[in-house]
């Protein structure tokens, strides 16, 4: 796991002027051998050499009461609550928390030497990151229409360069993305606002802004009907 990065994924409840912002930071691989015996498919995604790893750092998302880390982790490393004000730490034992990849729901059992509710905390949650990147969109209004998804500073085509289980609000990633590494920005409604979870967006930063504006005036006018 990299250490020089000090913000790789942070989520924040609030507007944007709406929203629920995120940063994250990967690589992608293309497998292009071809053997003389059989046909192999150029486009095939090959899993990473190394494990990614990588943290999410959240709270008690608004919409919905949970903790979520909206990316998919295989597997939890470590979970850390911290006192935002006071900026203590308190590691949790492996007992004192439980995470469901399948919804990216983690439940938190505060020990006893924890004075705080856990409404007032903040989590540190590191563990080994899905590959390509899978998303579940934590407290999403579907109502409101379709979440935005955009990789590599352009508007991603479902069918083509994602999929999207409406019943489950997961994203599946169709081509090589690295949440730890690559760029991408997605957007979804709640019932608290508008959400934006991305990655290294710096590089098509005006690009983002733009298709985020497209997308959440389709929004509105889908909820002003």
Known sequence: ????????????????????????????????????????????IVPPKEPIITYVNTTVNKADGKI???LTFNSI???????????????????????DS????LK??????????????????VGEAAYPG????????????EPGVF??????VEGTDYDYDKSSARITSLVPLDVDKDSFEICWATTNGEVTFSNNTQKYRDAYIKYYNEWSRSVHMRGSN
């Open 68 to 70: 979520s880390t909206i």
């Open 151 to 156: 990789f590599d500073g352009k508007k991603s």
């Open 108 to 125: 938190v059992f505060l020990p006893k030497n924890i004075p705080f509710k856990i409404n007032d905390l903040a989590f540190h949650i």
């Open 77 to 99: 490393k470590e979970v850390t609550a911290i006192h935002p004000i006071s900026r203590v730490r308190y590691p949790l034992a492996e007992n004192e928390y439980k995470y």
């Open 1 to 44: 796991m990299r250490k020089d990065v000090f913000f790789k994924l942070t989520l924040i409840h609030s507007f944007r002027s709406a929203a629920f912002v995120a940063f994250l930071f990967t690589a992608f691989a293309l497998f292009s051998c071809k053997s003389s015996q059989q046909e192999v498919d150029e486009t095939a």
């Open 134 to 145: 899978i998303f579940v969109l934590a407290g999403i209004d579907k109502s409101r229409g």
């Open 102 to 105: 399948d919804s990216t729901e």
